[in-house]
DNA sequence: CGCTGTCAAGACGAA
DNA sequence: TTCGTCTTGACAGCG
């Protein structure tokens, strides 16, 4: 069973940051399509150094940010970032490609396919064709957009039903990449494997949110869990609770405690299965090499290279 | 130089 | 129905 750990959209190691972003109001004042396009070109030189960092230290899982292209989404902004960056796009692409990276995406808050608002599901789908078209110009293998099933207006039932009625209405190529997470407050696991199932879309398991938004018996629902990803690599989530009180639990720590670690790990263990998981800490890949140095404490893992290992 | 407020965007509970 | 809060990192603006 191999693990190989990931981190999120920027190092700590290197100054350089992939998010930078021009607001609306900013933009607006002059139409500034210069200062655009800058922070878009530097958006890409900070990303190449990322990955280049990743491929220097053996890291094979990455999620990118989603604010590569500041405004590529807003209604009131209208320009072309794929084919004017294709240089840009490639490069990365081959850098992804020589380290057999894997590369997945994340939306945040604003994704939110069930809501009950029209609008709100325009400016989703919005967000998800431009994800869809990141991953497309990047070339990247078994693309997957993560996502939460999101409001819970009406009550969980009907948000499910309302989740699943847009879900069929999306443009199939978008069904083909939409994999869905347990958040830590609504939809458990055991909503979101319900909905998986129906619409045959793998599950990405957090496990910060499941310690959050618990359901019974999760050991007996792993297998079918890990089974919605049918031949591709299964994808996990961990973070650790920033506070053990309740106000701070849902916040994430700065690193992985090692104890929430072993817990995931002998959840997934049975199944022998190589899963990727995603490191979601505030200190990002110092979390990730922190979490290592304390697994290199104990003999059960067998490395085989900086950031991938062995469940003995 | 460091602190504070703002930002494209949603949801939700309180008033 | 409107407002404040949640959450979040980047960054502009200010003292």
Same mark, same amino acid.
């Given at each position: 069973m191999?693990?190989?750990?990931?981190?999120?959209?920027?190092?700590?190691a290197?100054?350089?940051?992939?998010?930078?972003?021009?607001?609306?109001?900013?933009?607006?004042?002059?139409?500034?399509?210069?200062?655009?396009?800058?922070?878009?070109?530097?958006?890409?030189?900070d990303?190449?150094?990322?990955?280049?960092?990743?491929?220097?230290?053996?890291?094979?899982?990455?999620?990118l940010?989603?604010?590569?292209?500041?405004?590529?989404?807003?209604?009131?902004v209208? $320009?072309?970032?794929? +084919?004017?960056? =294709?240089?840009?796009?490639?490069?990365? &692409?081959k850098? *992804?490609? /020589?380290? !057999?990276?894997?590369?997945?995406?994340?939306?945040?808050? $604003?994704?939110?396919? +069930?809501?009950t =608002?029209?609008?709100?599901?325009?400016? &989703?789908?919005? *967000?998800? /064709?431009? !994800?869809?078209?990141?991953?497309?110009?990047?070339?990247?293998?078994?693309?997957?957009?993560?996502?939460?099933?999101?409001?819970?207006?009406?009550?969980?039932?009907?948000?499910?039903?309302?989740?699943?009625?847009?879900?069929?209405?999306?443009?199939?190529?978008?069904?083909?990449?939409?994999?869905?997470?347990?958040?830590?407050?609504?939809?458990?696991?055991?909503?979101?494997?319900?909905?998986?199932?129906?619409?045959?879309?793998?599950?990405?398991?957090?496990?910060?949110?499941?310690?959050?938004?618990?359901?019974?018996?999760?050991?007996?629902?792993?297998?079918?869990?890990?089974?919605?990803?049918?031949?591709?690599?299964?994808?996990?989530?961990?973070?650790?609770?920033?506070?053990?009180?309740?106000?701070?639990?849902?916040?994430?720590?700065?690193?992985?405690?090692?104890?929430d670690?072993?817990?995931?790990?002998?959840?997934?263990?049975?199944?022998?299965?190589?899963?990727?998981?995603?490191?979601?800490?505030?200190?990002?890949?110092?979390?990730?090499?922190?979490?290592?140095?304390?697994?290199?404490?104990?003999?059960?893992?067998?490395?085989?290279?900086?950031?991938?290992?062995y469940?003995?």
């Amino acid at each position: 069973m191999l693990i190989r750990l990931g981190y999120v959209a920027i190092t700590n190691a290197l100054d350089v940051t992939s998010s930078s972003v021009l607001t609306f109001t900013e933009f607006n004042k002059n139409k500034d399509f210069d200062k655009l396009d800058k922070i878009i070109k530097s958006n890409f030189e900070d990303l190449i150094q990322i990955l280049k960092y990743n491929i220097k230290n053996n890291i094979h899982f990455y999620r990118l940010t989603s604010k590569l292209i500041p405004l590529a989404t807003h209604n009131e902004v209208n $320009f072309e970032y794929i +084919n004017k960056y =294709k240089e840009y796009y490639n490069e990365i &692409s081959k850098l *992804i490609d /020589k380290n !057999h990276m894997r590369v997945d995406v994340h939306p945040d808050q $604003f994704c939110v396919l +069930n809501s009950t =608002k029209k609008e709100v599901i325009d400016s &989703s789908i919005e *967000i998800l /064709k431009y !994800h869809f078209n990141i991953l497309k110009a990047l070339k990247i293998k078994n693309p997957i957009i993560v996502l939460h099933v999101g409001s819970n207006v009406l009550g969980k039932e009907n948000s499910i039903k309302r989740f699943i009625n847009t879900f069929n209405k999306l443009p199939e190529k978008l069904k083909e990449v939409i994999a869905l997470e347990n958040d830590d407050k609504v939809f458990n696991a055991k909503d979101v494997l319900y909905i998986c199932k129906k619409l045959n879309i793998p599950f990405v398991f957090d496990f910060h949110h499941h310690k959050c938004n618990p359901c019974d018996n999760i050991e007996d629902i792993m297998k079918d869990i890990i089974n919605t990803w049918d031949n591709i690599r299964p994808k996990m989530h961990i973070s650790s609770p920033k506070n053990k009180t309740k106000k701070e639990y849902r916040s994430h720590h700065d690193y992985i405690n090692y104890k929430d670690f072993n817990e995931l790990i002998n959840l997934i263990k049975p199944y022998k299965k190589d899963i990727d998981i995603m490191i979601e800490a505030k200190m990002k890949d110092d979390a990730l090499f922190r979490l290592i140095r304390t697994i290199k404490y104990y003999n059960n893992y067998k490395f085989i290279d900086d950031t991938s290992f062995y469940v003995l």
